[in-house]
């Protein structure tokens, strides 16, 4: 199985602050990388797949980069509805994986 | 509105079995894979089973392999996942989804992703 590992597991910051959010793959993935946003008691929100495009009705402040093992998520300015855990998840082999998450907390 | 509702968790004795569903609504359903994704208290997401349009292909995760059975309905838009021999590390909330690559239904070699998640059914596995 393809192991999935982000960084960091968790992190403080302040509305306004750019974050990235890293992920690395334990193999090429090529694109095949997924992000996730979720909120608590809710279920995950697809925000970006093949590594770079955002999905419909996501805000543009959210970007993603990267393609082999080595991928970053970015909020180029964070607002009050940013703070959430968010996931990587790989699809190019199964079993589809993700990694173990990334708690973004408010400052 | 494509739309995903599961039913059938709650609180089940160890060694006990359970019976999750999910309506699908708002896409053809039978032309899509489905797969169930499960979130245990506090922790990250977990690929749990898959399942093909048709019905005749599915895969487990090794932890549920022997004990859990995916199946699908499409007369009735719905998914299912026959869990048995429940443990306690079973406990979670179980998301059904539908695996998606954009505006075409086959998904081999295309970018493929998670769209939509149900909004998850809690099952307990607790004496």
Redesign the interface.
């Known amino acids: 199985d393809i192991r999935m590992t982000q960084s960091p597991s968790s992190l403080s910051a302040s509305v306004g602050d750019r974050v990235t959010i890293t992920c690395r793959a334990s193999q090429s993935i090529s ?2 990388l ?1 992000w ?1 946003q ?1 909120k608590p008691g ?5 925000l970006i ?2 590594a770079s ?1 955002l ?1 419909s009705g996501v805000p543009s402040r959210f970007s993603g980069r990267g393609s082999g093992t080595d991928f970053t998520l970015t909020i180029s300015s964070l607002q009050p509805e940013d703070f959430a855990t968010y ?1 990587c ?1 790989q ?1 190019y082999n ?8 990334t708690r973004l907390e408010i400052k | 509105e494509v739309q995903l509702v599961e039913s059938g968790g709650g609180l089940v004795q160890p060694g006990g079995s359970l019976r999750l569903s999910c309506a699908a609504s708002g896409f053809p359903f039978r032309n899509y894979w489905m797969h169930w994704v499960r979130q245990a208290p506090g922790k990250g997401l977990v690929w749990v089973s898959r399942i093909n349009n048709d019905g005749d292909i599915t895969t487990y995760a090794d932890s549920v392999k022997g004990r859990f059975t995916i199946s699908r309905d499409n007369a009735k838009n719905t998914l299912y996942l026959q869990m048995s021999s429940l443990r306690a590390e079973d406990t979670a909330v179980y998301y059904c989804v539908r695996l998606s690559c954009g505006n075409s239904t086959d998904c081999y070699m295309r970018y493929k992703w998670f769209d939509p998640w149900g909004q998850g059914t809690l099952v307990t596995v607790s004496s």
Do not use: D, M, R
Not at chain 1, 42 to 46: D, H, S, V
Not at chain 1, 94 to 101: E, M, N, R, V
């Open positions: 694109g095949y997924n996730y979720q809710k279920a995950p929100k697809l797949y093949g495009s999905q996931y998840q699809s199964a079993p589809i994986t993700f990694g173990q998450g």
